[in-house]
């Protein structure tokens, strides 16, 4: 088998992509606007190229094989590069339009996000910026496929992982947060044990966070509270938090940026997030990406010098 001989077609990596997206021979034709014909036809010549099946038919649909989804993950790297290849050449042509994808963790999304994501659109506004939220695990290989250009959020460990490189734009502590006129604010000498009575939102169990949470307990001898819900959307959090009596463990900056929530007593000084951005370590950045990497270290100095200021007109008021 020799797949540089002419006979591989791009078109057979697109059908393959949409076969597995769409879960159906049929959808992917209708997404390519192909008749389904035509669909299985190609999908049985690339199977006779490779000498192998690369889907199944099941009761909801297909499914790939062992060998569909070896396949699979080199397709979609090679039609990643294909799109980067496309948006770098019109980048350089017109330097005012192409795309950038983004991959967000809780951290930085909410505050520094929205600001560099404006100031972006303000000076390039034919710039396409894709935001996509989920943990960190799940957007690595993503990020090493090309689908998308960056990961921006707290930063994990990546001394194993050569492949990956992070610039840090920011660090900041994280608070635990109630509703405004939760309850809880009004106790004295408010200890982590109180706040185990509520409901709690914590953040999924492969995140940074929710292991320095868990330390944190530990080093009280308490555990996780039984009650609680496991999320890692800002909104979701924010919105469980704010209707109701739901303790949740927030950037600072998330807490003091939104007027329903207030930071309880109880201090996490052993957690503090260093927020920056993940990078493909032999990949280099489309020029949209550059700009969106400039907004955001731009944006996260100016957070970090309001923050700074705010913190010395408080001390000053004391």
């Not at 049985?44 to 192998?52: A, D, F, K, T, Y």
């Not at 460990?157 to 492949?163: C, G, K, N, S, T």
Request: hydrophobic share 45%.
């Amino acid at each position: 088998m020799d797949l540089l001989n002419g006979r591989l077609k791009l078109r057979h990596l697109v059908l393959v992509v949409a076969i597995a997206e769409h879960g159906s021979v049929l959808r992917a034709a209708e997404h390519l606007h192909l008749a389904q014909p035509a669909v299985t036809r190609t999908l049985r010549e690339l199977e006779q190229i490779l000498g192998v099946e690369l889907f199944v038919r099941g009761p909801r649909g297909v499914h790939t094989t062992l060998f569909g989804d070896a396949f699979l993950d080199h397709a979609r790297t090679v039609l990643a590069e294909l799109r980067r290849a496309e948006e770098r050449i019109h980048g350089l042509a017109h330097g005012d339009a192409g795309t950038v994808t983004l991959g967000t963790l809780l951290a930085g999304s909410s505050v520094l996000l929205p600001k560099a994501i404006a100031a972006l659109k303000a000076s390039r506004p034919g710039i396409t910026v894709i935001v996509q939220e989920a943990t960190f695990d799940s957007q690595v290989p993503r990020l090493l496929d090309g689908e998308i250009d960056m990961i921006l959020g707290r930063l994990n460990v990546i001394e194993d992982q050569p492949a990956l490189r992070q610039i840090t734009l920011y660090s900041e502590p994280v608070r635990l947060v109630a509703r405004a006129g939760h309850p809880a604010h009004d106790v004295p000498d408010l200890s982590l044990a109180n706040l185990l009575t509520y409901p709690w939102v914590v953040p999924l169990e492969q995140t940074s966070l929710r292991r320095e949470l868990e330390e944190v307990f530990r080093g009280q001898g308490l555990r996780l509270p039984e009650n609680r819900v496991e999320c890692t959307s800002i909104l979701t959090v924010r919105a469980l938090v704010r209707d109701t009596d739901m303790i949740a463990a927030l950037p600072a900056l998330v807490a003091r940026t939104d007027r329903d929530l207030a930071p309880l007593s109880v201090p996490l000084p052993s957690v503090r997030r260093s927020v920056g951005v993940t990078l493909p370590a032999r990949r280099p950045l489309t020029p949209s990406a550059r700009l969106m990497l400039e907004h955001l270290h731009t944006c996260a100095v100016a957070i970090t010098a309001g923050e700074n200021l705010e913190q010395k007109t408080a001390s000053g008021s004391r």
